[in-house]
């Protein structure tokens, strides 16, 4: 009998319709309120995306999973049974968000030091989230989790993951101990998302996620410098093929809406195949080639909502003096995304856009003196500047940072459709909090 390996995972949650991701140990049907989905292969393992239709507006919607028949889902774990709300919804929109999930231990003793604990270090505040909803009415229960880069470090791995690539390969040869392939990132996946009580909330609990560098790895795309110097290592070519097919799989697909991926070729080739490794290798490494290879940038309504999430990462022009956080193409496509009538703006992404004066200057002049404003001399103290110091934020891409700045005063000020009643920006990366509240100038129609 199949059973899950990881999931379900509540993705895409819509008025009528909603997208459950599961991963199982063999291929099977995959049936969740009343639509079957069969299993893909990728790599000898098993996923399905399952398009849930024709759900009541508005509504709550508990759910089961079975396999070839078998119910697998929910368990007797004491925890509430799956469930979640369509839109629209009466009273206040909740939004969680956060970023840079290093693995931690979900009980006591807790350990701030790394490789003092094998279960990781410091407290999981997902799992806080988990706990705060299960003693909560489902009502009161947020809305949708963005999840903004970080998700696994696939190059910082915990000590339980690095035994796993000790059993495959000697870490003493080069990538060390960085996840080399697909089934090396499966292994970060399972031993992030299988807990019990993180399965719970993300069953529940409707996501949307973005990667950032240490999906990848720390400092990815950072420079044109950085890309030349990662491509001469043999192994890197092999990673990132990995890494972007795995992301693909386990992040990307339940970011998009049933209407996009009815007619998703990729998928479609994926799903006629016996085995999309090589399927998604090919892809990988268009992606990984081009900038426009790929669009990761995704969009949802959340009701009267609007949430736009940029890639900030995958899509970067890198060519010096023609630095850009995303193609001509790709902001086309959000300026496009922005435009119309919502009730508020969400635009997400992995990166800052607004950091302190200082830290905005800083890395504004690690991009112009890397570019050759003083010189060519000064060129590589400034390149290494920018990678010890991670200056790879908006204001490392100046010319990107004011773009969005303009884009976004032109939705705030009723440019592109009815003025919205706010525009708010969500970033990870930094492994702080802070808020900051944004006046354009006299004079700008904001």
């Known amino acids: 009998m199949p059973e899950l390996v990881l999931g379900p995972l ?46 009541e507006p508005g509504a709550w919607h508990e759910y089961e999973v079975t396999l070839d028949g078998e119910r697998v889902w929910p368990v007797d774990d004491g925890f509430p049974r799956s469930a979640f709300r369509t839109y629209p919804k009466e009273g206040t929109l909740q939004v969680v968000f956060g970023s840079c999930r290093l693995a931690a231990p979900h009980a006591p003793p807790y350990s701030l030091r790394k490789d003092e604990d094998p279960r990781g270090r410091e407290i999981d505040a997902l799992h ?31 000590p339980a993951a690095r035994a796993f690539l000790e059993s495959r390969r000697d870490p003493s040869e080069p990538p060390g101990e960085r996840v080399l392939d697909f089934d090396e990132y499966t292994e970060l996946y399972r031993e992030s998302w299988s807990d019990p009580t993180i399965r719970w909330l993300l069953s529940t609990l409707s996501t949307a996620m973005i990667f950032d560098d240490h ?53 479609r080739r994926v799903k006629e195949a016996d085995d999309a490794e090589p399927v998604l290798e090919e892809f990988a490494r268009r992606a990984d080639q081009e900038a426009s290879g790929a669009r990761w940038s995704y969009a949802r309504d959340l009701g009267r909502t609007r949430l736009v999430v940029i890639d900030s990462r995958a899509g970067r022009v890198l060519e010096e003096g023609n630095r850009s956080m995303l193609d001509e193409n790709e902001w086309d496509w959000v300026a496009e995304q922005v435009t119309g009538d919502f009730d508020h703006v969400l635009v ?20 112009a003196v890397a570019g050759g404003a003083w010189g060519p001399v000064f060129r590589p103290l400034a390149e290494k500047a920018r990678q010890t110091g991670d200056l790879e934020h908006w204001p490392a ?43 354009f100038r006299r004079g700008s129609g904001v």
Request: aromatic share 10%; hydrophobic share 40%.
């Open 10 to 55: 509540l993705r895409y949650v819509g008025e009528t319709e909603a997208v459950i991701w599961v991963e199982t140990d063999a291929p099977c049907e995959v049936e969740v309120l009343g639509t079957r989905e069969r299993t893909f292969c990728v790599c000898d393992h098993h996923y399905a995306l399952v398009c849930c239709g024709g759900l």
């Open 128 to 158: 806080t989230l988990a706990q705060d909803m299960r003693n909560r009415p489902r009502e009161e229960w947020p809305d949708v989790l963005l999840m903004l880069g970080d998700q696994v470090y696939a190059d910082e791995v915990s």
């Open 215 to 267: 999906d990848v790895h720390d400092d990815w795309n950072i420079s044109e410098a950085w890309l030349e110097e990662m491509r001469k290592h043999e192994w890197w070519n092999r990673h990132i093929l990995g890494a972007l097919a795995s992301y693909w799989v386990y992040q990307h697909l339940g970011n998009l809406s049933p209407s996009d991926l009815k007619d998703h070729e990729l998928l």
């Open 348 to 367: 997400a992404t992995s990166l800052p856009w607004l950091l302190g004066p200082g830290m905005h200057y800083a890395e504004a002049w690690s991009e």
């Open 397 to 439: 891409f100046q010319e990107s940072f004011a773009r969005l700045a303009e884009l976004l005063r032109s939705v705030a000020a009723g440019e592109r459709g009815p003025a919205p009643a706010s525009v708010v920006i969500l970033s990870g990366d930094v492994h702080h909090a802070y808020l900051y509240e944004v006046a």
